[in-house]
Structure formats: C-alpha cells, structure tokens
C-alpha cells in the first residue's frame, strides 16, 4: 500500500482535489440553472444546499481530517497518522516498500478524545440532520411550485425554513472546521492510548482532504439556504386585493 508523504506532495494533491471538486460544483449548478425555465435559482439552491448536506454527511466518516506527520518514522512511531472525527488511522511502514493501516473507530466510552473533537462530531451529525430535513422540503416546495399547487394555495415563501435550516447547518459545520484549523495551526496532541502506537504530538500537522471537503459543504449550505430565503413568488401567484 502506497501512502502519501508529509511533504508538498500531501498539500499538492489536497489542494488539486480542493479545485477539482469546487468546479465540479460549480458545473453542477450551472448546469441545474439552465436546463430549468421556472424556479431556476431555486434549483441552482436546491442543488448547492444538496452537494453541501453530501459533502457533510461523507466528510464526518473519514478520517483525512488532521493529517500527522512524523519525520523520522521508527518502528514504534507510525510513518503517517490520519486524525478523523470517529476514527483515526496510522500507517505503519512494515518493510522497505510496504505499509500497513491499521484504523481505531471511536466510541462514546473513549475519554482520551478532545473536547473539539466532541463538540465537532455532534455538530456535524446536528448538520447533517438539519441539511436532509432541508433537502426534503425544498423536494416538496419544488413540486408544488412546478405543478402550480403554490399560486393557489401559498402567501408565503415556501423555502424560508428549509433555507434558515441550511444556513443553520453552515454555521455549525463552520464551527466545526474551524476548531480543526485552529487545532492544526496550534499543533494540539491528543493522548492516545497506548496501543494506537501514536505519539501525542506529531512533528507535522496539515489540512485533510476531509476537512477541505467540510469547508466547501458549509460553503455550499450556506448559498443553497440565502438562495432559498431570498426567494419571492411570482406576481400572479401573490393574492390580489378585492378593493
């Protein structure tokens, strides 16, 4: 098994995966835009607020959060640690050319996980959840708006709430990336125990994918949900005064 190394390669290969998914998402909701006539910003939002709660939900389960680097690997000292928010996994180098990963899923029993950790776990599931309520509402006022059920049963915009529900998930899903980028930039250590075979303090901290992958989802959340608050029914739709 081939691992990436701690130097520019890692933070070469993170930012090209940065810029490639970000164009795919650009892409994405452009496209979504164009080929609808009725309702297109909302579907650009709908598409934004939906890669956001995918981008969430796939980057809590991985482990490319907080990447350890040790500089000069030993038998007892892991080539490379990937620090996640439900696992860690440590790659040992077991000959001249081979490594081995061995990964360690957290419980809610484990007392040696930090507090950011925690906190950054429970508010990405509150996002998550909060990002596929929205998800569904937007499906159904969507529904209604293309099959003409909102000009004659709806006063009020139908994507408030799933839209306040999105920039509510972005908020969170900011506050937990921001802990990680805080905690990278300060060199935090965790105390592991002992047989994870981990150091408490790499000689390296850098950005994960997965973290990078979270940044972008809050982003997304955050332009789905002002698209949707921001949406207004057409004139004919709104009631008219019988003075």
Not at 103 to 126: E, G, K, M, S
Not at 218 to 237: D, K, Q
Request: net charge positive; hydrophobic share 45%.
């Amino acid at each position: 098994m081939s691992v990436p190394s701690c130097n520019g390669e890692y933070e070469n290969k993170t930012l090209m995966y940065i810029k490639q998914l970000f164009h795919h998402c650009q892409v994405f909701i452009v496209t979504v835009i164009m080929v609808s006539r009725r309702g297109g910003r909302q579907l650009g939002g709908f598409a934004a607020a939906t890669l956001a709660w995918i981008f969430c939900s796939v980057s809590m389960n991985l482990p490319q959060w907080r990447v350890w680097c040790f500089e000069e690997p030993m038998e007892s000292k892991p080539s490379l640690t990937l620090v996640g928010m439900w696992r860690t996994c440590v790659y040992h180098r077991e000959n001249n050319s081979e490594f081995l990963r061995v990964c360690y899923q957290y419980t809610y029993q484990d007392t040696f996980i930090p507090l950011n950790i925690r906190v950054a776990q429970h508010l990405l599931l509150i996002s998550s959840i909060l990002g596929l309520i929205a998800t569904i509402s937007v499906i159904v006022a969507l529904w209604k708006l293309y099959t003409g059920r909102l000009r004659k049963k709806i006063t009020h915009n139908p994507f408030f709430v799933p839209g306040i529900l999105n920039i509510i998930a972005s908020v969170l899903v900011f506050i937990s990336t921001l802990y990680n980028y805080l905690s990278i930039i300060r060199k935090d250590g965790i105390a592991f125990p002992p047989y994870f075979h981990i150091p408490n303090i790499p000689d390296n901290q850098k950005v994960g994918t997965a973290l990078a992958m979270a940044t972008l989802s809050s982003f997304l959340f955050l332009v789905g949900g002002t698209i949707s608050i921001s949406f207004t029914l057409p004139e004919r739709s709104r009631p008219q005064s019988s003075i």
